[in-house]
């Protein structure tokens, strides 16, 4: 039964027969992990085509994986529940989609859209217990495959830590590998600016950002993961960009990715939906 599971996973996982033969007798469980980091740099369509054995070369041997937070690990963007709480979700919306398109500065739409919404202490404890942020599907599985390869996972965001950490905390990633925007506010809990020493806060922050990871952990091979033009700026320093479009699909950011999926369940049968650049 075990040996006729291995040769339907293999089958599945899509390993070339020569290639196959080699991991017939490697542990189950392990089989699984490294099938599953197989299939994601694969296109299926068409099923002949394959992506580049470099950049899947890099995807199967990466130490770490830097994550964006807004739209990827999340399914919606933190500023604009931000801007739902405020009350100013239809303005703030508009000059979201300009930011996440690569058609103002980061820093430009960031301070414009803070000083809208004018944001509080009291709006993100609201966020946090009351309407708190969804998790993508298939993440916490993906994050857990990550994990059993010793793959460390960093968040690089342009987001909010004061939004961000409540939910890395529920997933275990540790507050110094979360990198990303901080509000600050007064002594009455009212906005008072945010940190502009911060690397994400301003265009090409998550470039720095990724280089400044590399360097710290002494990481050999990084891939950036996430759904907007800023994080596919990353690369380089990150080695690879995959293009997530499981919330949002962008054109702009599938057309420069190395690598784009719509999925990150890890125990679907098929493989992620993907396409070259």
């Given at each position: ?10 089958t ?21 992990s ?63 989609k ?24 009291t ?18 599985e ?61 265009s090409?922050?998550?470039a ?70």
């Amino acid at each position: 039964k075990q040996w006729y599971q291995r040769r339907v996973a293999i089958t599945a996982g899509g390993l070339h027969p020569f290639i196959a033969k080699r991991f017939l007798y490697l542990p189950y469980p392990f089989l699984l992990s490294f099938l599953w980091l197989n299939s994601i740099a694969m296109k299926i369509t068409p099923p002949t085509r394959m992506l580049s054995e470099e950049i899947k070369k890099l995807i199967q041997t990466a130490n770490c994986f830097c994550f964006d937070f807004d739209s990827t690990i999340i399914t919606s963007e933190g500023i604009d529940d931000l801007a739902k709480e405020a009350g100013k979700y239809e303005v703030i919306g508009k000059l979201t989609k300009k930011a996440m398109s690569g058609n103002m500065s980061f820093r430009e739409a960031l301070t414009k859209r803070l000083d809208i919404i004018q944001p509080t202490k009291t709006m993100i404890h609201n966020l946090s217990t009351e309407n708190p942020a969804i998790i993508t599907p298939g993440f916490r599985e993906l994050l857990t495959e990550l994990r059993l390869r010793n793959i460390d996972v960093h968040v690089v965001s342009g987001g909010f830590d004061n939004i961000i950490y409540e939910t890395t905390k529920l997933l275990g990633i540790s507050p110094d590998h979360v990198h990303a925007n901080h509000l600050i506010f007064d002594d009455e809990g009212n906005y008072d600016g945010f940190d502009k020493t911060r690397f994400t806060s301003e265009s090409m922050g998550k470039a720095r950002c990724v280089q400044y990871i590399k360097a710290k952990y002494n990481y050999k091979t990084m891939i950036m993961v996430g759904d907007g033009m800023t994080d596919s700026e990353a690369r380089p320093p990150a080695d690879a960009f995959i293009g997530f479009g499981g919330n949002v699909e962008r054109e702009a950011v599938r057309s420069v990715s190395d690598f784009y999926v719509t999925d990150f369940s890890v125990k679907k049968k098929k493989v992620p939906t993907a396409t070259l650049r």
